[in-house]
């Protein structure tokens, strides 16, 4: 029986038919399988540039970034499942109030463990101290919620869209125009507002700004509360996707600062197309190579990219005049 027709009883028909029946149904198999591949990296792609862009934020500024941000991104997914799932506020509403929360404890981490190693610019001890607080975060995280994951309803429901013959959850496919939007966004802020003008200003002479009569530390520390909100809205979105556990903080920042070095750590635009593409390629390697090599993928990429190219392939040289 193929596509519920059943083959001719003759054989000379069944030679004939039969095979071009299954063989058009086996490539329009192929094609959806290729469709939904395509569309869920998208979906994931999408949710490691938006963490990816709360590192940008940050280095461009004072040249750190927080090694803590996939805990953040942990966090801001259990928020939310607490907010819903326990104390039953709307989902929209806890989305934020996860975003505002881990907006806030990116003050924290800024005041405490990045800017008084940021001041010498030879040291990296703002690395160690990040990572120590995302051990924090993971530990308390742990003792609140425990080692169980946990998945919340989403506002979208659980419809499927058919693209092509392929089935991907809407749900999936809204996280990539929701990431467009809080690129354009970003750029609009930071090439439109003041508070993009200073974040500008700073990026280029701490000394300058300070001149200006403008406290150069708390314009670090508002580049910090923008990519802990980033943190808290891509974890709230990934609540509804993929299962949220204390343990699924660090292997996605360890992703997303992957696609932050491939693409430049200094272009957000380049940071969204590498999120993508390096998301598509990782499920195109799980699904058509092996699931055991989706995560060495991203890794081999960053290697050979740096390798070639050390500024990402969308970054540019930083040239400091002495």
Known sequence: MIRGRA???????????????????????????????????????????????????TFVVNGTVNMSQGQLVMLGGMLTY??????????YLS????????????????????RKFAKDTASVNWVLSTLAIGIIIQDVAHFIWGPNEHVV????????????GAGVYWKELILIPVVGVFLIFLTFFYLKSHWGLWLRATADNHTAINLMGINSNYIVAIAY????????????????????????????GLKAIAVAMVSGLNSAKGIVLTGLGLGIS????????SPNFREMIIYLLVILILFVKPTGLFGTRTVVKV
């Open 7 to 57: 083959c001719p009883a003759s054989l000379a028909k069944w030679i004939s038919e039969c095979p071009k029946r299954g063989n058009t149904a086996m490539m329009e198999g192929a094609a959806a399988t290729l469709v939904q591949v395509l569309l869920s990296g998208l979906a994931i792609g999408s949710l490691y540039a938006l963490i990816a862009l709360g590192y940008s934020l």
């Open 82 to 91: 607490a907010f819903v799932e326990i104390m039953h506020v709307p989902f």
């Open 282 to 289: 990782e499920l195109l390697v799980a699904t058509y190579v």
């Open 95 to 114: 989305f934020l109030l996860a975003g505002i929360v881990v907006g806030l404890l990116g003050i924290i981490i800024e005041r405490f463990a990045i």
């Open 225 to 252: 509360i923008l990519s802990g909100i980033l943190a808290g809205l891509g974890g709230g979105m990934m609540s509804t996707i993929y299962a949220v556990s204390v343990a699924v903080g660090l292997p996605l």
């Open 153 to 164: 309803a989403s506002p979208v429901g659980e419809d499927i869209v058919r693209v092509l």
